[in-house]
């Protein structure tokens, strides 16, 4: 089992920067990949960013070069850095890991993230 909690969000004006954290634990060297995802009120689901474990990402294209997502391995942490905010970007962001080879995923409660003056 893989329990995840995020923390980091809150209230920042656009054109600001927000880092949120999401740290992983139980059977945490079972994970293949770590990812972000975020919902907003009315909106599916959708990728923000992801990496693997040897460390490949992947984001997409509206937050590519914007957000930036990395790891910390001593403290099991996986953490997207959000620069440039824009009002659009109001969600809740929710941390996910990948347990491949038994085709698993785990999902954390979500963190709040407001972009508005």
């Known amino acids: 089992q893989v329990q995840l909690v995020e923390s980091g969000g809150g209230l920042v004006q656009p054109g600001g920067s927000l880092r949120l954290s999401c740290a992983a634990s139980?059977?945490?060297?079972?994970?293949?990949?770590m990812g972000w995802y975020r919902q907003a009120p009315g909106k599916q689901r959708e990728l923000v960013a992801s990496?693997?474990?040897?460390?490949?990402?992947n984001y997409a294209d509206s937050m590519k070069g914007r957000f930036t997502i990395s790891r910390d391995n001593a403290k099991n942490t996986v953490y997207l850095q959000m620069n440039s905010l824009r009002p659009e970007d109001t969600a809740v962001y929710v941390c996910?890991?990948?347990?491949?080879?038994?085709?698993?995923?785990?999902w954390g409660q979500g963190t709040q993230v407001t972009v508005s003056s």
């Open positions: 990496i693997t474990r040897g460390g490949i990402t």
């Open positions: 139980g059977s945490i060297f079972s994970i293949n990949a």
């Open positions: 996910n890991a990948i347990v491949s080879i038994i085709a698993a995923t785990y």
